[in-house]
């Protein structure tokens, strides 16, 4: 079954919390870019039916703020990227945030569920090209020449998120789940700990700066800022590895 894999497989979910140290405000911070615009106009379908040039000048916002940051991984990103290196067994890291820093962490088992910056798409031809570049309503696709059809590469609410398969293939095989910096509230991400602890021997842990709706979903809690909570987390599970029964 299952429990065969060894040492289990390790998912961590990560949302806007785990970025914020970085400078990039969540979702809910009430000064945040987010909290300025009504989110049904610029992430949604029709949002983008209704107002192409707002939807985009919104992302192109968006990008320079990643831009004009400079941001930069921390101490919590770069603890995973240790934890992806050095433990025996997988850890796949399944994040609701657009941003690279993970990447730039050096995590290299990335799965952006809600997509990411640098990359677009065309809604004509559904190809998906890197690019850093601002987008207008005027833009060309360089694949099939449609015009004012090229958008972010981003999950808006009421699409389908990307590579749940994979997703759910890790879920289904690890031993430990942790969830960082997520609030909890944007599904399916938020039920990822339910499909979890379906199974027995899988340990839950909610790592967030204060306590989630989701918390008593999770058997384990640690609460503050990132920075301060995940490199000590990580640094135990590497010294104390897998023992039967769970972490
Ligand atoms: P959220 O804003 O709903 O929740 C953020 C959570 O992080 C909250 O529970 C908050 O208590 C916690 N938090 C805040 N500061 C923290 C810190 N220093 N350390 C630890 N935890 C901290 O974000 P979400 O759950 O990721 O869902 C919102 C959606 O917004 C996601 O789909 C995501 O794509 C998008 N988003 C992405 C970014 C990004 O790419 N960095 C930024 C904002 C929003």
Redesign the pocket.
Known sequence: MHQDYFPPGIVVL????????SG??????PD???NRVNLEDVATLEGWHRDKKKVLDFYNEARGLFRAAQVAPNA?HDALARLEAKYGGDVTIVT????P?HEMAGSKNVLHM?GR?GEIRCMKCSTVFPSDADLAIDSVCAKCGAVGELRPNIVWFGEQPMHLDEIYAALDKCGLFMA???????YP?AGFVLHVRRRARVRTVE????P?ENQTLFQDHIY????R?VPPYVERILAEGWKAGGW
Request: hydrophobic residues 35%.
């Open positions: 990560t949302g806007a919390g785990i970025s914020k140290e990039i405000d969540t979702f809910r911070d945040g870019l987010w919590a609701q945030n657009i941003d820093l809600h910056e960082i910096g997520t609030s909890g509230q944007v991400a790592l967030n700066l204060e989630t503050g800022p990132a920075t909570i």
